[in-house]
């Protein structure tokens, strides 16, 4: 095993902490230990472009547009992630391609509008999402391809029509990119771009501010239908630095912190009133490589990169151990299909240095760019992979940026680039075909790679009712995945660790989302 010894960069990072230790008592009082009536802010490393889910998939951005939106269907993150009533109070397939779906009565969006089934359509219609030409066409097309139509069929109840039958519509509907809003203020708004940093919808905050890489400020819906929340004004505020957000959270300028990394529980835990929640959650954390840079063409030195990690290094000295490493890009939230027997990824060394000598590399150097900060322990981890593969004999040009455009879009082209893939549905689909299948990202935004052989399994995963024929085809997806055409590689899973103050009774979900309506507020 590789051992690692990051205690520089520790003692970098809790340089900025000292003040913390020494405000936490005096904070610990100053605070009341009531959460009704008071605002409740949250240091956040970075905020979203925008607030309208069809527009942008973000970490950032789920923790926000979560409490800003319902869905028709919604998930019981608190009960294995069951589907359960959300803004539809039941719903039946009254034929393979049709799914039907009651509305509940009385919902009423920030602007005071009663929901119909009008708004639904809408939501899914040719001016937000269905026409080629929209602007949030692109997006949510790897959500919600599946959807021929949705029509209204009275006041109160609607029609969603699938291209073909669809084993997930249900669980489409109750994920990203599916949250409903307000025809009425959609259209009001007079542009998509004045409606995307102020969409309208039914969850149980409204947006009152939102100033980009600085702060989003919510206040109470109070005629939301699960009831008004407790808290009257939710405030995300950016600070970059985890430094700086340990301080906030120690003098009480924030409640709650985001991206707190293991190496810092001890500094949280010395706080008067402070506690830390989390651990892994239902993303997987990844590389991406984009084929199409002249030496990541050669799928012998995408297989070395992956050979080359420690995985089980990074975990323990980063982590803690505080996270798995899945077998593959898997997650048991599958079900039925989740594959406990498929290898997790092997750290091969003398394998990965037989490849790169195989494929005749001669140290051309390969671009890895990243966000210093977007993922906890982002830049350590990053520091430690390049090592890594120096070992394997790849030379790894590290390159650190401010904003994502230079990560993602680059004008010199892509080389390595950092991904989180989120597990929104109990299924592979949501996530692998999602994101690397035909109509996700990987193939149609980034155009970074794609597999003949990957996209004709994708097809029968997304459209069989056959739960053996779906396995099949999932295992042969993970195969060309991680061996014979890699588009990345998988290192473990996801944390998220907050510090938060003992008196604010919110919990977090074991996904992104961050939920402040009442029923998550104690």
């Known amino acids: 095993m590789t051992k690692l010894t990051p205690d520089a ?105 009663l929901l119909t089934a009008e ?66 203020a959609f259209l009001a708004a007079g542009s998509f771009d004045a409606w995307e940093k102020a969409p309208v919808g039914t969850g149980p905050f409204a947006v009152s501010q939102f100033n980009v890489d600085r702060q989003i400020t919510l206040r109470a819906h109070d005629d939301y239908f699960g009831g008004a929340p407790t808290v009257r004004e939710l405030v995300f505020r950016v600070v970059p630095e985890l430094s700086s957000r340990l301080n906030a959270l120690a003098t009480g300028e924030a409640d709650i912190i985001t991206e707190l990394s293991p190496d810092h529980f001890s500094t949280v835990g010395a706080m008067a009133g402070r506690e830390i929640v989390g651990g892994p959650i239902q993303n997987i954390r990844v590389l991406a490589y984009d084929k199409n840079h002249p030496v990541l063409a050669d799928a012998r030195i995408r297989r070395a990169l992956g050979l ?94 401010e904003n994502i455009g230079a990560v993602i879009n680059p004008p010199e082209g892509r080389g390595i680039r950092d991904w989180s893939n989120t597990i929104f549905w109990n299924d592979p689909a949501g996530v692998l075909v999602r994101l690397f299948g035909p109509n996700g990202p990987t193939q149609q935004v980034y155009r970074e790679w794609s597999n003949a052989e990957f996209n004709q399994n994708a097809a029968v995963l997304t459209s069989s009712l056959d739960t053996a024929e779906r396995k099949r085809a999932f295992r042969r997806m993970l195969e060309i995945f991680d061996n014979d055409d890699p588009a990345g590689t998988v290192l473990h899973d996801l944390t998220m660790f907050y510090g938060k103050r003992k008196d604010v009774p919110w919990q977090p979900y074991p996904i992104e989302y961050m939920d402040f309506r009442p029923a998550n507020m104690g």
């Open 308 to 401: 080359a990690i420690d995985r089980k290094a990074i975990v323990d000295a980063l982590y803690a151990g505080r996270t798995t490493i899945p077998p593959g890009h898997q997650n048991p939230a599958y079900g039925d299909l989740y594959m406990p027997d498929y290898p997790a990824p092997a750290f091969d060394l003398d394998k990965a240095r037989a490849l790169v000598k195989e494929a005749g590399y001669s140290g051309q150097p390969i671009p890895y760019r990243i966000l210093p900060n977007y993922y906890t322990l982002q830049l350590q981890t990053a520091q430690i992979l390049v090592e890594m593969w120096r070992q394997a004999g790849l030379n790894i040009d590290l390159q650190v940026r």
């Open 119 to 184: 708004d639904v359509a809408f939501t899914f219609g040719p001016e937000r999402v269905s026409d080629p030409k929209s602007p949030g066409h692109a997006l949510s097309r790897t959500f919600l391809g599946s959807i021929e139509r949705v029509e209204a069929i009275g006041p109160r109840q609607v029609r969603v029509v699938t291209r073909a039958p669809d084993p997930l519509i249900e669980q489409r509907l109750a994920g990203w990119a599916a949250q409903i809003i307000s025809k009425r």
């Open 9 to 113: 960069t520790r003692r970098t990072l809790l340089k900025g902490s000292g003040a913390a230790l020494a405000l936490a008592s005096l904070a610990g009082v100053q605070a009341s230990a009531q959460t009704t009536g008071r605002r409740v802010t949250v240091a956040i490393p970075v905020s979203p472009r925008v607030l309208e889910p069809v527009r942008e998939v973000s970490n950032v951005l789920f923790r926000i547009a979560y409490n800003i939106f319902d869905t028709l269907i919604a998930v019981d993150y608190r009960d294995n992630a069951k589907l359960k009533p959300g803004l539809a109070t039941a719903w039946r397939r009254t034929e393979p391609r049709v799914l039907e779906l009651d509305l509940r009565e009385g919902v009423r969006f920030h602007n005071g509008d």
